[in-house]
């Protein structure tokens, strides 16, 4: 699978759209197919939302974000994928922090940490969650541990 990443350094990004549908007839099980396809083809963030739509059905409300350049392939998928009858789209703006990745060395072996760097200072940061949840399957311990660990291998 092509990676969809943005670049990692700080910048601001004009060219984005928010998209949305609203769905009241949609299996449960097809919402995490959708999920999968959306950010196959090049969505950068797919999140669901319950809401009550007309007559106080229950209903999910479907949002994504992506570049103007996959508006196209983002609505083919919606009006394929799922029972929606309609899409609404607005522009948006989105500021990225710089990333860095750094190796953190745990007993157990080392994992990635994600930082989030603004105005040339560490604001953010978090280990890669797949890295952590294999070390904690592999070793047999609980995943909290292994975030405990490294939150203390990082700060020494």
């Not at 097809?30 to 950010?39: A, P, R, S």
Request: net charge negative.
């Amino acid at each position: 699978m092509q990676s969809h990443l943005p670049p990692s350094h700080e910048h601001v990004d004009m060219e984005m759209v928010k998209m949305e549908v609203n769905l009241d007839d949609i299996p449960g099980e097809w919402l995490g197919y959708v999920m999968d396809l959306l950010f196959e083809n090049g969505a950068n963030d797919v999140f669901y939302t319950p809401i009550y739509m007309k007559k106080n059905r229950p209903g999910t409300l479907l949002q994504l974000l992506c570049s103007t350049a996959k508006i196209e392939k983002m609505k083919e998928i919606l009006f394929t994928e799922t029972t929606t009858l309609g899409i609404r789209y607005y522009p948006l703006t989105v500021h990225r922090l710089e990333r860095i990745f750094e190796q953190v060395e745990t007993e157990w072996g080392n994992v990635t940490v994600k930082k989030g760097i603004y105005a040339g200072q560490v604001v953010e940061w978090a280990p890669e969650y797949e890295e952590c949840k294999q070390m904690a399957l592999s070793h047999g311990i609980p995943l909290k541990k292994v975030y405990d660990q490294i939150r203390k291998s990082a700060n020494a």
